[in-house]
Nanobody
Framework: QVQLVESGGGLVQPGGSLRLSCAAS????????TGWYRQTPGKQRELVEL???????NYADSVKGRFTISRDNDKNTVYLQMNSLKPEDTAVYYC??????????????WGQGTQVTVSS
């Protein structure tokens, strides 16, 4: 049973930075697409950044040039470095993992969410 534990959220001023972390309980990242989504009340959860199994990275237009996704397969941890934060970045951020091994087994996992608030 794989679990994802998120950390690093908090309150930050506009223009500031935060680094989110997502640690998996198993060695799964080398088989996985790994990414970050965010959601605000009354709004659909949206993709922020995604890193595929092949290493390709996709960015949402709203965060391109400001946010960077990375991961450490040995530590089974994925990160989201957020710079130049804006009030509109305020949301609950969710870690996402899509695991698919060579035998065809596939499973999606979600973190519990961490609150990011950008305010002066």
């Amino acid at each position: 049973q794989v679990q994802l534990v998120e950390s690093g959220g908090g309150l930050v001023q506009p223009g500031g930075s935060l680094r989110l972390s997502c640690a998996a309980s198993g060695s799964i990242f080398r088989f996985s697409d790994t990414g970050w989504y965010r959601q605000t009340p009354g709004k659909q959860r949206e993709l922020v950044e995604l890193m595929t199994r092949s290493g390709r990275t996709n960015y949402a237009d709203s965060v391109k040039g400001r946010f960077t996704i990375s991961r450490d397969n040995d530590k089974n941890t994925v990160y989201l470095q957020m710079n130049s934060l804006k009030p509109e970045d305020t949301a609950v951020y969710y870690c996402y993992v899509n695991y698919r091994d060579d035998g065809g087994f596939e499973q999606r996992y979600w973190g519990q969410g961490t609150q990011v608030t950008v305010s002066s």
